[in-house]
DNA sequence: CTGTTGGCATACATCGTTGCAGATCAGGCC
DNA sequence: GGCCTGATCTGCAACGATGTATGCCAACAG
């Protein structure tokens, strides 16, 4: 039913090989052939197969993104910025919703999914490195985000340690001695959650606070999780002068709680997060938090993760980049 | 390089059609045989090569999703139903963004893109009905969201007009009489903007109230141009004690710049958007709008594409349903 | 006139599956 | 025994493109 190329051979009165050699940009194509051969096209509305294509030459130009979920804003952020920056150098990409279970990113890593892919963007939360490891094919293999970090595998890194450190510093700066901590637990030290706990640390440390683990909060990384753990944290009694939040949807869970709550931000409790997402700026007040290079992070996932692809055999060194980040400060804590 | 059925065949001591029975689960094959083979793949790791499939079946089990971009959270929670919709049916969604470019739109519709799905979901917003039905082909396509509305074409329809009128008439009732708009301009009748202002002004024509061009302010559906709206409409002097944000993220701006310019929300003025998006619960003081049902539009959307693709030729009866919307009370506007 | 070169076009095999049309074989029935 | 039925398995030809090898012809050198 669709028109193939054959059917423009016939048209343009040349043989197949030659409406693929003029598709291709075959260097050696009399004008004139090459005119009859577009013409043709035109003519029938031909349009190429990439299904035929890719099974010929075994490339789909397609990516596999696996993240938690799209409804989740620094995701579907990072999603869009992602999906530019393949579209920019010819691919395209197919996301897989995780919804953040270890059987749906063991799928995801395995699944059928991954032949139609070239390489894949992983965002991982629920495995750790050796179930990654285990888990993905031979195929290339990018990850982002590092909740894991592990010297085999390629990943573009967030200076989770340093960024933290720096908001930490930052509200210190303000006058703030009693800082809460949203989103880890007493004692994490690795992935997204360990790391930013051990820069607050560290910037704690460095200004000669003491570090209380009654201000340490441990709860989902969503907006509730921060309404719920702020909640948990007032009726505690514990006494806190900023709450900072190991991402902004907690920071802006916190942010609400703290305002139904009738707490002044900031003069009374400041709030800062961490990821910069859209929704930052425009909250009420907006929100102080740090930029963990997100568009960086996006382009240097992709750029590395076709570097893979298009030399499979070269540069067997793993690589880990870091992105740069920032702190955007804003009135939720001055 | 890739094992293929070939070799399971060749492990299981079988055909390679056989293989591809069991894997298609066929019917009558012995047991022993099946486990044979189901042995063979455990074995050898084999993964059905899907691009080959699609290509012998002219299926690809893939939709398109055409948006503006991810970073919209109305878009991106859409996506991110549509997907789980999509998944549960067998289908995988490919997602394009077109920035809202006519030139981005068209491509989407019409390009090579088109060959690796089975049908489009199309949210458009520059391309008008003429457009797009002279530039879709004739695959499947269900259109979401109706900027556009055409009878030629399948769709499912939010109840702009009747959503529109149900927030407007919680304003009245709440006390309201000067509500301004956003995101409208004054005379606009069609797309969600003209039926959601028209949707106002039935409302307030039933409360008796009369209607102000001046209140009624164009600009983008963004944070940005919500809370650039709001600012304009202070400085001019133009009196009104409530807003009407035509979606919540020109809501969440208008709230936004309404409290940076110490206004009482909702003592002085009231805000309600549209939309419902996850952040509007979450905003302080949090947003009063109506949800639009979108779940409901995912499912329904790709439940009447899935049949489209299914059964092409049945019931050429445009169809176009309309799902069911909800006002959401908040503190905004209580 | 023959041999070589280079531009241009073609034929054929092939990528890994699935649809179609048998082939084979055991059992039941007359 | 011959024939039919139904279960089980197989071979061949596609799907629509591209890589490889090669053919053909004009131009040009010897």
Redesign the interface.
Known sequence: MAVTMNDVARVAGVSLKTVSNVINNYEFIRPTTKQRVLDAIDELGY??????R??RSGK?S?LGLVLA???I?YY??L???I??AA?ARGY??????SGNEPYHEKAAL???????TDGLLFIPLALDAEQIIDAAGKKPLVLLGEFVQDPRLDMVLIQNHRAAAAVTTHLLAGGRRRIAVLGAHDGDTTGSNGLRLEGYRAALADAGVAYDPALVVGCDWR??GG?DATARLLDSGVEFDAVFGLNDALA??A??EL??RGKKVPEEIAVAGFDDI??A??????LTTVAPGRAEIAERAVELLINRIESMDASPQVQQPEAAFEVRVRQSAP
């Open positions: 349009e190429t197969n990439l299904t035929a890719s099974l789909t397609m979920d799209l409804s804003p579907a952020e999603a869009s910025d999906m530019k579209w395209r990409v197919l996301v897989e919703q395995q699944g059928q999914f991954r032949t139609l907006r509730d309404a802006l869970g942010l609400h305002l139904v859209d929704e700026r425009f909250a009420s007040p907006s």
